[in-house]
């Protein structure tokens, strides 16, 4: 065999053993060594880079949370303000009422309003109450305001009232300043007029009405409604009087019934 062909194969048996050598005295080769310290650079450039994007949804997740939560406690403190207030207006209801029981020597029951008529020309009610309870066909109905309507139909349990601003409700009245006298009927649209004033009669706008006791039906000066709107008709002789009701009746959770 030549020396040329032998020569590679001394070559790399001389650098292999060199490279041992090496090793033994220097620890293992790192050729790249070089490249770790800008790559340690470029990674915390990245992590910093990656939390600094990252920073600012975490951030915004945890506000939206924490609104969440504030969100919910709002809406809690909300359902608890509303519950205090209902009762507050309930104790105050039953108050009243209560009140008008004590100083009403009429006084029959106290009856919780259960439905209302399904017409909307009949402004009716029915209550709990009915003839077991002292009920009869045409007492009052009334409240701490004033007078509402009458009972117009009884069974055992339950008793229908008819509202004054109902079609067929009427009572005799007078006017509370002048003492005049009149008959309220109701009309079905919310309100109620007064008949047979005459025309020289003084009536003015916040007059208040009251019953006069002459139908035998109601007692007398309860209060219904106060005057609206004053109107000459044409060559009538009489003046045209819109009544609202004292009461509103699309507010009513509780009613007193009392006798004549």
Known sequence: ??????????????????????????GRIAPFKFLSGPLNTLNNAIHSLSVSVREPFQRAMLREEENRKLREEVNKLRMEQEEYRETFFEN??????????E??????????????????????????????????????????????????SVSDRYSHVLLVTDMN????????????????SGTGAGYCILKYVPE???????????TSGFDDLFPQELVIGYVTRVAKKGASIFQQVEVAPAQDLTKLDEVVIVKR
Not at 5 to 23: A, D, E, I, K, N
Not at 92 to 101: A, F, M, P, W, Y
Not at 172 to 183: G, L, M, S
């Open 169 to 184: 409700f009427s009572a005799a009245v007078k006017i509370q300043e002048t003492r005049e006298d009149a008959i309220l």
């Open 103 to 152: 100083r009403e020597k009429r006084y029959v029951a106290t009856a919780r309003i259960i439905s209302r008529g399904e017409d909307p020309w009949s402004n009716t009610l029915v209550v709990e109450k009915g003839s077991r309870d002292g009920i009869a066909k045409d007492m009052a109905v009334i409240t701490p305001i004033g007078l509402i309507g009458k009972v117009s």
């Open 1 to 26: 065999m030549s020396i040329r062909r032998l020569f590679p194969f001394f070559l790399l048996l001389v650098v292999s053993v060199t490279l041992m050598t090496y090793q033994s005295n220097k």
């Open 200 to 210: 020289e009669e003084k009536v003015k706008p916040g007059d208040i009405i009251v």
């Open 92 to 101: 105050q209801r039953l108050r009243d009422i209560l009140s008008l029981k």
